[in-house]
């Protein structure tokens, strides 16, 4: 399949600064990218569909003013956390759509990232 | 309503033996697909298996196979002869045809975990 990458795979920041997290895909343009927290032991859960050259669309209960999405090009999108608290500590991941590729159930493949591991102390 | 339901938050199975996990999901689309997925301690999410719902034949990918059973609404997983290495976590997923972006929907996870 096609490969998806994250960076950085782990950070460590202190509370009240900014992070920034970067998704990539490496082999395929990605119109749209999805950006999915993912706490210790629990399930991933979508924060915000990300959309090459227009606003990212949230999710409920997502503040969109914290979690900063930049969708700048076909390859590239990136997370920034805003003002970073310990209780953002999470693992995140994207994924990514392939327009290249329909999926039998309906929409195109995604791909998901490795993941970056988050720690705000 | 929960579009995606793991009931069994852990799972023990000794090696070379078969072991299911369950899931049974929600969604009124005709066209829709179940995936799973398996998250090493790592964090990355591996795909298992994918069964699209028009699909009349039980996906089957090596030691994995899925077992759809439509109008119950499950797709459970099962690997056969486990190994040691497929100890992780296990997530359940649906994307629906229709949906905003045809996002994933996630179950809460298994942890598998083989005994030697």
Not at chain 1, 65 to 92: C, G, R
Not at chain 2, 48 to 70: C, H, M, P, V, W
Not at chain 2, 87 to 115: D, H, K, P, W
Request: hydrophobic residues 35%; aromatic residues 12%; glycine residues 8%.
């Amino acid at each position: 399949g096609a490969v998806v990458s994250q960076h950085p795979s782990w950070v460590i920041c202190k509370s009240g600064t900014s992070v920034k997290i970067e998704c990539r895909s490496l082999d395929f343009q990605a119109t749209t990218m999805f950006w999915y927290r993912q706490f210790p032991k629990q399930s991933l859960m979508l924060m915000a569909t990300s959309n090459e050259g227009s606003k990212a669309t949230y999710e409920q209960g997502v503040e969109k003013d914290k979690f900063l999405i930049n969708h700048a090009s076909l390859t590239l999108s990136t997370l920034t956390v805003t003002s970073a608290h310990p209780e953002d500590s999470s693992f995140y991941i994207c994924s990514a759509r392939d327009m290249r590729v329909l999926a039998a159930a309906g929409g195109y493949e995604q791909y998901f990232g490795p993941g970056t591991r988050l720690t705000v102390t | 309503a929960q579009k995606i339901t793991q009931t069994q938050p852990g799972m023990f199975v000794q090696e070379k033996e078969a072991v299911t996990l369950d899931c049974t999901y929600d969604t009124s689309d005709q066209s829709y697909g179940l995936f799973w997925y398996k998250q090493p301690s790592s964090g990355e999410m591996i795909f298992l298996i994918y069964q699209g719902s028009y699909d009349e034949q039980n996906a089957t990918e090596g030691r994995y196979s899925l077992n759809f059973q439509k109008a119950r609404k499950s797709a459970n997983l099962v690997i056969s002869a486990s190994q040691l290495g497929d100890s992780a976590m296990y997530f359940c997923a649906m994307r629906e045809g229709r949906g905003t972006g045809n996002q994933f929907y996630f179950g809460t996870g298994t942890s598998l975990t083989v005994i030697p």
